[in-house]
Every structure is written in C-alpha cells, then in structure tokens.
C-alpha cells in the first residue's frame, strides 16, 4: 500500500517551502519505503532545480525504481558531526548530473 501524503496544507498557516529550508541551511533527505534507498540533498540545490515554491510535504524527486508514491522528504540542519561524513548529491557541471560528496566538501 503506499504511503498516504499529507494534505497540501498540514499546518494551519503557511505552508513550509524550499525556500525556507534553504533559508535555514537544511540537508533534505528523500527516502523510499519500498527499496530503501536514502539520498541527501542540499535545500538550496533543490531551489535552483525545482524552484523555491515547491512544499515540504510534496517529494522532489521520485525512486529511480518505484516513482513517486513510496517517496518520503525530510528537511534536518546538519550536524557538526555529519562534515566530512554525510554523502550529499550536489549539481556537477550541468543541472542533470549529480555527484556525491561528503557534507562540507565542495
């Protein structure tokens, strides 16, 4: 059964955005529930891919192998502990291609 979404405004108010994790410097973490594949994104990459209006609530990007539907989006601020140790996708010379490096490499 996959997994049910929040509705698109969880929280009386406005709706978190890219724009305010980026804001607030957070590491996004896209997990699927079905092949438990976990990848780590910086919000403020995110912003230039999809633009700073996208939800919270709402994935970014779907499983290479299961799509959207199974998809879960965290937002976290990164740890002192997680620099150098944290594998974070970043856009390598064109926006398609990403590259893996650790959390406070560039």
């Given at each position: 059964?996959?997994?049910?979404h929040?509705?698109?405004?969880?929280?009386?108010g406005?709706?978190?955005?890219l724009r305010?994790?980026?804001?607030?410097?957070q590491?996004i973490?896209l997990r699927c529930?079905?092949c438990r594949?976990?990848?780590?994104f910086l919000?403020?990459?995110?912003?230039?891919?999809v633009?700073?209006?996208?939800?919270?609530?709402?994935p970014?990007?779907?499983?290479?192998?299961h799509?959207?539907?199974?998809v879960?989006m965290?937002?976290?601020?990164?740890?002192?502990?997680?620099?150098g140790?944290?594998?974070?996708r970043?856009?390598?010379?064109?926006?398609q291609?990403?590259k893996?490096?650790?959390?406070?490499d560039?």
């Amino acid at each position: 059964m996959p997994v049910s979404h929040p509705p698109a405004h969880p929280y009386p108010g406005k709706c978190r955005t890219l724009r305010d994790a980026a804001a607030d410097g957070q590491v996004i973490t896209l997990r699927c529930n079905l092949c438990r594949r976990k990848v780590h994104f910086l919000a403020s990459d995110l912003v230039d891919i999809v633009g700073p209006d996208w939800p919270m609530h709402e994935p970014v990007l779907p499983c290479h192998k299961h799509g959207r539907e199974y998809v879960d989006m965290r937002a976290r601020l990164p740890q002192q502990e997680d620099l150098g140790k944290l594998p974070v996708r970043r856009p390598a010379k064109l926006i398609q291609t990403w590259k893996t490096v650790m959390l406070g490499d560039e």
